[in-house]
């Protein structure tokens, strides 16, 4: 049985399934220590297809899709995929990693590090909260700890892939369409079970909330980004 189960919504195509597949491909941490589950969100085209069979034998890759979530798709979107993922998942610990988001290669050593059933494991995220322009310079960004990260869980966001819970308290509280829905999630584990939070310094890119054009704008990324 694997360690931790990665469980990703998918529904923006290859570009970013291939850059997804890229940075779990590179990861430190001993393939048979994991899974990495897609739950593709709809009906997948034919070349998301053709590109998971090209990449099924990559490393402990698992691939399924389910009828589109339609509920407050606006609020919340890839609910049901998460919960899906979480219902097959078979490792110790659940890691929820969006498609459009970045790992660098030692995010999973990362996250196992200290890490108990009693325990969540945390890494710091860049967002759209934790950034500041350089020199009044809207090119050149510096990344900073989401605000408020050290006194996790008091903080108004959390962004997905910034947490890693044990597998047995996720199949106990589903994700939720409602608003903040990564805080709600992870504010109810922690309320509800009391865990020690590993809080480790390093960062994800979540890229959904960065607002900057295009990758090559960025001058400041932290050297794990592949972008």
Not at 17 to 23: A, C, H, I, S
Not at 75 to 84: E, L, Q
Not at 164 to 182: F, G, I, L, R
Request: glycine share 6%; with cysteine; charged share 25%.
């Amino acid at each position: 049985m694997p360690l931790i189960s990665v469980i990703t919504p998918a529904s923006r195509g290859v570009k970013e399934l291939t850059r997804l597949v890229r940075d779990f491909k590179n990861q430190t941490l001993p393939k048979e220590y994991w899974e990495h589950i897609i739950v593709y969100d709809g009906t997948p085209p034919a070349d998301v297809l053709s590109f998971i069979e090209a990449h099924k034998n990559d490393y402990n890759l698992k691939f399924v899709s389910i009828d589109k979530d339609m509920g407050n798709i606006k609020i919340a979107p890839g609910t049901r995929p998460r919960n899906y993922g979480t219902s097959i998942a078979t490792g110790t610990y659940c890691y929820y990693f969006d498609d459009d988001d970045r790992a660098f290669d030692k995010l999973m050593e990362t996250l196992l590090d200290g890490m108990t059933e009693n325990s969540v494991s945390v890494v710091q995220m860049s967002c759209q909260e934790s950034r500041i322009y350089r020199d009044g310079d809207p090119k050149r960004i510096v990344f900073l700890p989401e605000t408020g990260l050290m006194q996790f869980p008091q903080i108004c966001h959390v962004g997905t892939p910034c947490f890693m819970v044990p597998t047995k308290w996720a199949k106990e509280n589903p994700w939720q369409h409602v608003s903040e829905h990564d805080f709600h999630f992870i504010n109810t584990i922690v309320q509800r079970y009391k865990p020690q939070v590993l809080i480790h310094p390093v960062c994800c890119v979540d890229v959904d909330s960065l607002m900057i054009g295009t990758l090559k704008d960025w001058v400041s990324i932290p050297p794990f980004y592949r972008g």
